[in-house]
């Protein structure tokens, strides 16, 4: 094992899939020396090389490739390669334009291929969407193993519905079982997206899904997920089950220094190379003049948006409760144009200024430096749309949640999160949920009011941090002194290794 291994990475081009899969390269690199490839479009290689460049020591160690790629012809507009900014049904188009990614992927392992005199890569690890790794991989002599960035139990429940479609034939119920998943959790059709509750197995997202996600389940050799057994042993057992596979959990794939996390603030280096609305200074600054525990912090990931009602309600809640300050990263609602000028009148009137007056809110514009926040100890409750990178931000940070899930499987990680883990509280569901004022100031009551739920929500998430905590341990001389994503790890590495 060493500096002539060579690994190939492919991220489906999306922010919540770029982050891990270049900290799942990072973290193949530190532990093994393979030459780790990462292999996307221009502008996702110019994301990856902005935020290996901000990341100090490790910015020559990963490949980066740009591989050719149009949407032309799926009809997206020039510059679209990146689910960020394009509007939400346009999200399928780059769905299916990103299979065009296969063939100069089949180039660029067949040249790895003939620069190491005729020895393929040790393997593909490619994304849950790129099914068609799976092919590259057969015609090339290596294995393709699937990455899964979100949760075993959520990424169960997205493949099994999307290949089934359970929910078609609903007549008098809104519940339904999932294949995979034991009688006892029921799903509700409000869980799923809109596109998939539509889902017909003749629609553009069907005709995306199915035989992507089948070909991961059916051709990949195992999986990867960035999760920890300890925290979702339902999901992981169900998923090996459901896949047939060997299911890795090696995550949390998170920077070390939030784990190794002790005082009040930490110094976490920026991942995204983007620029946030107000600085991490500013930010830290802020959350600085507010008690230990007392301020939610409200962000619903890289894309989602809710919607104008939505959040002129939220703003009234929010200024109507006394229990909590907070700090929202607020971006323009549905209908409007992601990069338009923030307007006063998405919020009640002179909202800003009394919470800036008050310091009662701080309102961030369209990016915050959300592992620095979530990592002060000011922060009592993350109100998050559930996307799997900040439920184990969260998590990570003993941190309960208030969930509001928009799409992709976040309903799915919701439901884990209550009736799983018990760390959490759903606030509504949707971007057509229905959200009035009170129920803002009674969940945030119960979430981060003084009482004994709220008290054992605390005690089940700390619970949950030391899990995460034990998972990436490596210090121990013996195998078994080791966490389990590092021994996962290991075992995958090994696996590799072995003999088709
Ligand atoms: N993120 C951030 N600042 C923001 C919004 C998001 O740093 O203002 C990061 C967040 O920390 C997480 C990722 O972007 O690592 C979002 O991933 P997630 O899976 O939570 O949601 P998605 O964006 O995929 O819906």
Redesign the pocket.
Known sequence: MGSEDHIVMLPFM????L?PFLALAKQIRARTGFIVTIATTGLNAQYLRSSLASSDSDNDTIRLVELPFSGADHGLPPGAENSENLPLDLIVNLFHASTALQTPTHDLVSKITAEQGGRPPLCIVSDVFFGWANDVAEATGTRNFTFS?GGAYGTLAYVSIWTNLPHRNLTDSEEFSVPGFPDNRRFHITQLHQFLRKADGEDPWSKFFQPQISKSLEKSYGWLCNSVEEIEPLGFELLGKYSNRQIWGIGPLLPPEILRKSGTTTKVRR??G?T?GVSAEKCIEWLESHEPGSVLYI?F????SINPQQMMELAAGLEEQSVVSFLW?IRPPIGFDRRSEFRSEWLPDGFERRMEETKRGLL?R??????EILSHDSIGGFL??C?????L?SLSQGVPIIGWPL??E?AFNSKLLVEEMGVAVELTRGAGGELGRERVKEVVEMVMGKNEKAEERKRKVVDLSEHMRAAIRDDGEKEEEKGSSVRAMDDFVATIFRKL
């Open positions: 999306a922010h919540g899939h982050i960035t991942q995204s983007k946030p962000s990931g890289s894309q989602n990263v961030v369209n990016w915050a430096p959300q592992l998050s749309h996307g799997w990178n900040s439920v931000e799409a992709a976040q």
